[in-house]
Structure formats: C-alpha cells, structure tokens
C-alpha cells in the first residue's frame, strides 16, 4: 500500500486519474477502521490534508466555504460560525468524541456515506452545496445529491469533494439537529433529526426544511411535515402532524441498533423536537446579530 | 462518610497518599501484556471457528506453513489428550477451551495457531489455515438448551444434583438447591405476593487491556511466561496442566494489568504461546484483538430467573421462592452455585427453596465478573422486593431493615453470620441528603441492596529492610484495584516508618511464596495479612536486635513510632534506619516471610439508591443521581475504596442500561466491538456518591472485609427500581435499554 500527500488539487485528481484502486481520504476516522477490518485494500491512499484549501473555513458576505478536509473541531470552535449554524455545528460536534472531531472531516462524514453520518441532515436542511474536483474541472452538488445508499455516492473514482459552500443564515431563520444514542457519546445515531425554519414577520412558518437520517438508505426529506409547518406557528397540533409524517417517511431496518418500530416513533420525536428548537433560535435571529 | 468505629489512631491505614503505581502509569512506562518484546521474538495470531458449533472433520496446515516468515503452526494435536491421560473433567474443559480437539462449541473458539516474524504473516497465515468442519445444530439460551429435544454440547453430559441420577445426558451439568422452612405457610401468611420472571443477557468484564501472552521456551523443556492476568501463580498452574508439564517448569512474570474483574482468572494465550515458542525455537507473542476479547473471552452468564415472594403487613418476609437457570457458556461452569447461595442472602427469610441450573450452551465459556452470579438474581430479588414494599406502601429502607441479616443470622447458604454490616448501609442510605432530594418530572427514586460473601485463600508476603531502613513489600498478588497501595499503608502503620519508605512489588512465581488469584476481593484481607504478619515479625526481630545492642532483656524493648524504645527510657532510642545500618552486627539482613491460609472472611453489603429521568418519548434513561453505601470493614485505602464502589456501580449501571451480546441466529456475535458493545462513557453518569461504612471484620487485623465487588450487586435493580417509580412500568428484561423502556411505556399506554 502507498501513501501520498499531493499539495494541490490538480494534483490529487492526476493522481486519481491514474491510479485506478487509489481512494483519498481526509481524517481518516473511517479509513482506518475500514482497513483494518479488511472491508476496504486500496493500493494508494492519498491524503487530502496536504491541500491548502481543503482545510479551511472562510466566510465572505453571501456565504461560507468549509474545506472538505477540514477538522470538525474547527467547526464547532468557530464561534461566528457555530453562533450562525448552531444545528450544523452541534451535528458536526457529536462525531464521535473530541479526538475524533480533531480529525474527522465533513468530506468524509459525506462520502463514508453511512446512512447514519451525523453532519448529513444538517447539511441538508441548510442547502449545503459540494463543490467537486474531477479531471475536467470542478462540478456544483448539492449534497443531498451526493449519496445514493449505504457507501455508495455520485462521484466518480477520480473525483473529491474541495469544499463545502453553505450560504448565509437568512434573519428569522434557525437550525437545528438532535440524534438518538443510547449513550450520550462515541455512538452511531439510531435516528438523526435536522430541522431548518424561517418565520415571516408575524411569527409563522414562512419556509421548513426537515431531514432524517439513519432511518433509510440515505438521508430522507420530510415534504408532508414541511407542508404542514408552513404558514402555522408549530401548535400541538401541527407538531404532531410532523411527528407523523416523520414517522411514515421513514423506511428503516431491524439491526443490533435498533427496530424498525422504535426508529419510526423516535424519528417523529426528533423531528418535533428539532422543529421546536429551530423556531426558538429563528425568533432570536433577528436584523441586529 | 459513615464512620460506625472509630479510626484508633492510625497514623498511615485510612489516608489517601500519592498511589505508588501513579508515575510509572501517567508516564506511560508501566508495561502491560502486550508492551513486552524480546530479541527475536515472534508475532503469533490464533485462528478461532467461525461456527457456534461443529465437528472438526479436518485441519490442513501445509498451506500455512509453507508462507514466508511462517516458523511454527499448532493445532489441538499438538497438545496431550487429557482425556485419554485421565485428568480431572474440569482440567478436560480448560484444555478444550484452549484449543479445540475434536469439537468447537462456540463462534472464536481457537481451533489453531501460527507464528511468524511479523503480525502480518502471521495474520496472512492464520487465514491460510484450513479447517473442514461438519456444522452441528446449536443452541443458544439456557431455554433453548433446556428444550427436551435440544442438540447436545457434551454427549457424556449427565446433570449432577439431581438424586437418583437421571439416565439421559443433556445440557444441564448441574442442579443446586437451598430449601428452608414451608413455602405455602410461608405464602399462607402472607398480605401480599409478587411473582415475576427476569431475564438476563451475557455481558462482558469490559477491560480495556485485551489478553496478551509473551512465552520464552527453553530446550530443556523450561519455559518463561509474561502475562497480564489477576494471578500469575494460577496461570502457571493452568497452563501446566493443559501443556501436561510440572508447574515447577515454568516461571511466570505478571505484567502490569488494564482490568480484569474476574475475566483474567482463566487461561486463553499462554499454553499456545509456550507451544509455539516451543516448536519455533524462539519468544512468541499472542495479543488479542477487541473482537477476539469479546468472542473467546469473558463473559458473565445470560439468565432465566423467577421470583416469587411474600410479605406480611408489617413488611416482614414470609417466604422466597426462586428459579435459575444461569448459562455456562460451552463448559460447565456457570455461577449459579454463587447466585443460588447470594440470592436472598441479604434478608433472613423463615421460609425458601431456591432452585438453580447451570447449563452449557453455544457461547464462549464463562468466566468470573465481579461477584460472581449475585447481581442477576439481586435483580430479580430486589426489583420483586420493590414491588412488594409498594404494595404495602412500606418504604423501601424500613422494608429492607425489617428483613435484613444482622449478626447471629442463619444465612441462607447455610453459616451463621458473624458481625456485618448490612444494616448500617441501609442506614447510611436513609441519612444520605440524596434520600430526600427533590425529584423533578420523569425522575424517580430506587433502593436496592446486595451481598457477598469475599473471600480469603492463601497468600505469602516477604518484607525486607532496606540498608537506609526503607522497606520493600514483596507480594504475589497481581495489584488489579490499588492493592499495592494497601499494602504500602499497613506495612507503614506496622513498621512505623512513612509509606513513602515503602516500595510495595508484585514479584513473579519464583521469587515469592504461592499466592491465589486476586479475585474474591481477598488480597487486602490475606495478602494484607500475610503482609501484616510479615512486619510482625520484622518488629520482633528489630526488638531482638535492640535488646542485644542495649544487653537488656527483649521485653525491654518497645517498638514505637519506627523506633525501639527501652520501656524505662534508659536508652537513647534506635530507629530503624540505626539498626538497618549496623546489621551486619546484629544479626545479618532483616528480612522476613509470612504465608497463611486467611484466617476467615467478612461478608461485603452495600445497599445502593440511584435517581434516574427517563425521557417518556424515546425511553432514553439518564441516571442523574446515584449513592453507593457499602460495609468495608476497615477502609485502609479510602482513595481506592471509593474507586471500587464507584467502579462496580458503574459496570453495574452498563449492565443495566445498555450491555449485551447480541448474537444472530447462526450464533455468531454481532456486536463484538466497544462501539455496539456499550460500557457507558464518563459523559453517560453522574459523580458516583459514595458512604463508606466501616464495621470491622474480626478475622483482620485491620478489620478489612474486601470491596472490589459487592457494588455490582444491586445497580441492575437500584435503575429499575427507579425506572419503575418515575415512569411506572416493571422493567423485567436486562439490558434497560431505550428500546425495551419505549416497549414498556407504550404497553402502558395501549
Ligand atoms: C470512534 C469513532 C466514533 C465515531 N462517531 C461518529 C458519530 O458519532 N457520528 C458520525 O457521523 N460518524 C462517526 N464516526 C465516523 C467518522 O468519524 C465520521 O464519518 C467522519 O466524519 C469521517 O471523516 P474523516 O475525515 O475521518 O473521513 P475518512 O475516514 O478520511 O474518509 C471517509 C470516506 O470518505 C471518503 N472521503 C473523505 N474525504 C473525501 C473527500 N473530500 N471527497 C470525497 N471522498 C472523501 C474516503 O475515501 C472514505 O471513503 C465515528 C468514527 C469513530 C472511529
């Protein structure tokens, strides 16, 4: 096995180009595991970390651009960007555990493509965008188009993810993503929730966006619970609207994590619950900050 | 803490100094198992069966022997039949369980072994080896072992217990039974009675250190061990046996050890190390990967248990009826005997039968976890108490203070108890500020108590006086819970020089008298012993010593404070570092040796209260509050007391929350890893509050009873006591986990 750690993006995707069993890999947090068990015997691995621009996070006046290879610490330290992106941040922060998340990357968090990768509903909800580096340039994703089912994705074997670009926290918008562990850390979400919300000026829904993952292939929109927020103020009523609608968006399996029962009603939980939040923190979101 | 004696005037036993291990573990010096390598040493890997049961029809190991760096390949072959040679059945077992015959009985079960120059060709090479199995039905569960039609582990297997013996082997190996009194006038009596069943699932010991053997084996037949393990003397002894060679060939060295409770009393790597390094003519090491720890090792049993109790208006205990069936894992073997003898222990009950199975079954064997088969059956027992306190609307202290053993008491498993402490933790508990806190939504409150019996074995120390009058304390008890500490302290009380002038040592099996395994929280009881008889003697002889120097008559002579004093002071006293310094005069080295059967035991109680709040919507439980109070006799260490308490809560805490082999239907372990494997996590438990109780045992000089493992007695029932009375459903299943508590709660609901 070979290990290289090209300096540019051309560079990586020539390598990518002519290495046909190469596979990139950024904090390696799933890499390693992988190898080690014998699932995955690449023949070169190269190292995205090396790449200026993949590990950075700048942010301009529209939007923010988070390198693909960038450690999620840096994510949940930021505090302009965690007080702008609470949920994301939060998601990006239950990754596993500090010495994880100082290595763990959104790129890989994305193209691992586990059904239960903590960031992806949080990306999703905030209509995160990939930008992808091929051998014909770069291409625009978003990433709810990335994943098509269990470690499986879009990209082509010679393309990577550069960056992440997340356009910038509309006024009276929040978001927010809760998870379901038995324990409280260094687990693998059973049901993961993500919620985004805009209010109009009298307070209610004006746009919803609610995304689940680990309770189908690939993470799943909620339309009918979108649907029903808009335009309410999140009543009982409508909250248990949503939880239903979770529920029956969901298509889960029976595993050593969890039934397919449990994961249903959970799912509409946490779909309330994050709603319930995301409103919260819209409200406080206003002109001033 | 509850003190209930004073401490008299200890100067050393009961403080809490710098731990003498610390620097060497912080520093990341201490060498464990796996930290050895020796010149020309060899990297082993055991190829283990995939299936939970099968025939070995063949082995072929040509393939394997053949590849690059390959130097040895082993096989059951390699090791002496017990069997034929006509050894005990349980030293069959623990050959077997090294390395398969003829049968395997459990997915990991170690059918062969390689060395090679590097981990990878040996990795490379295990997988080359190739095994043709003939794939036999298994079974799973103590209910699927005990169907009438079951598929047999042991064709020979003939239940013992049972009287007249019956003709037809199964997979039951033993029956035991405790009966007093009359049941149905016990449950005549009665105002209310509860019946229930629980069950139980195998939950692993948890040790972060995987097993890991280096073996060194000379020409002559001699071989050294390094290993991490709970008793170097007992590894020896086993490995002898399997290996079919005197003890006496073989030295063995302890390494510094990252857990055991219980699981590193037993025998995996190091009769295969030793083999081959024998065939290889060089050191060979074996270390484990986490999903070999999980699918060959450990764990504690899965269980089957019914209560049924009965209680009077006034919270007496008229009659305790219990059923157990405890799997073995693939040997004979299981606790039950434990459990059917600490079930209802606690309490001193005129009318009971307790029955109990011990059943082998498709998964790994089954080794020690901290006390042993107690804490299933005080689940069940304590969760049923619970109830039955409910019923009576009796509180559930007053419930347990009306039933509980005191001195004098028949205990159930038969002795009279002598002095214990079970009613001071009860009333430890009710005193705690915890027992009246406020709860808030979804919370509630549960009590449960525990008991175990510890126990005392054998165990040699040697003492020496150093030239500068410092002391080493050589022992050969591995130090799993602090114990090297424990010894420094009494050692410093009895000599009367500072435990910082002590160096306490583990010492390897040629070098120190025999000592049991460290389990049965014994060694602060024996080995403590054996150290304080050791200074004993020491002091005798520095009398001695004195009384020549000063030519007076050794009465004499007083020793105080590391000093000799004459009794009239018509002498200027001699310390010890004086008369270290001229030994040579008086005697030659000071140095002295103690080995003892332990003198008797003292019965371990703790009675626990956990506040748990249970997320009525995802059945997620958080224990948010949770008090330990335990009976240690005499805390020397109070540091490293605490740290059992609060250790053995919080194992108990995984067992019941999360913890479980999950196994698919082909009885192959799914969830081998600490990810699906859940222990809880620091962020998972609050601080442990701890009340130590301290009535002294009478059979130790310091009155230390053993506290490393009653603590894990009474958690599974203290959360499900408490799950009960926050959210009012019964929990009767272990693990607790989210899932089942939703179950519950919906049930409730529908
Ligand atoms: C102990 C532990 C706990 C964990 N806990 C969690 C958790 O709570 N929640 C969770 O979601 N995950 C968890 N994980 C999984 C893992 O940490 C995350 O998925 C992490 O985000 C992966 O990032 P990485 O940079 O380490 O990915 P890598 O391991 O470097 O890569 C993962 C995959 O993505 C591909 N890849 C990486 N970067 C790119 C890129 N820029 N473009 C295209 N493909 C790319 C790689 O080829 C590989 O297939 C845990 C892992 C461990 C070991």
Redesign the interface.
Known sequence: MKYVAPSSVEEATSLLSSSPSAQVFAGATDVVPQLRSGRTAPEVLVDLKKIKELVEVNSDGDKWTVGAATPTAYLTEDESFSHEFPGLSEAAGLIGSDQIQNRSSLGGNLCNASPAADSVPAMVVNGVRAVVAGPNGTRVLDVSEVVTGPGQTTLDDDEFIVEFEIDKMPNRSGDAYLR?T???????A?VGAGARVTLADDGSIEQAVLALGAVAPTVVRIPDAEQALLGSTADEETLNAVAAAASAACNPIDD????V??RK??AG??AKRAVVIAIERAEQRNGSN | MAITEENPGYKWVGTRPVRPDGVEKVTGKARFGADLILPGMLHGKVVRSPHAHARIVSIDTSAAESMEGVKAVITGADFPDLAANGAHPSEIDVANNTIARDKVLYEGHVVAAVAAITREQAEAAAKAVTVTYEVLPHVLTVDEAMADDAPLLHDAMITKGVDPAPEEPSNIASKILHERGDLDQGFGEADSVVEREFTTKPVHQGYIEPHAAVADANTDGRAHIWCSSQGHFQMRAYTATVLGVSPGTLKVTAAEIGGGFGGKTVIYLEPLAVRLSQRAGRPVKLVMDRDEVFRATGPTSGTRIKVKMGVSKDGKITAAEVWMAYEAGAYAGSPVGAAGMTAIACYDIPNFVVEGYDVVCNKPRVAAYRAPGAPMAAFAVESVLDELARNIEMDPIDIRLANAAVEGTQASYGPKFPRIGFVETLEAIKEHPNYTADLGPNQGRGVAAGFWFNAGMMSSATVHINENGTATVVTGSPDIGGSRQSMALMAAEELGIPYESIKPVVADTETVGFNDVTGGSRVTLATGAAVVDACRLIVEDLRGRAAKTWDVEVDQVEWVDGQAQHVDGAQPPLSLNDLAAKSGRTGGPISANASLNSRGVGAGFSTQLCDVEVDP????TKVVRYLTAQDAGRAISPDYVEGQMQGGVVQGIGWA??EEY?HDTEGVM??PS???Y?I??A??LPMIDCAIVEVPNPAHPYGVRGVGEVGIVPPMAAVGNAIHDAVDVRMTELPM???KV??AL?ENDG
Request: glycine letters at 4%.
């Open positions: 379901m038995p324990r409280t850390e260094m687990d693998i059973v050593k994590r969890g039934t029962e449990y009603q959970v939980v946490l | 919507e995802t059945g997620v929350l999360n999950i799914e969830n600490f990810l699906d859940r809880p996590v962020s998972d986990s989210p899932i939703l179950e919906n």
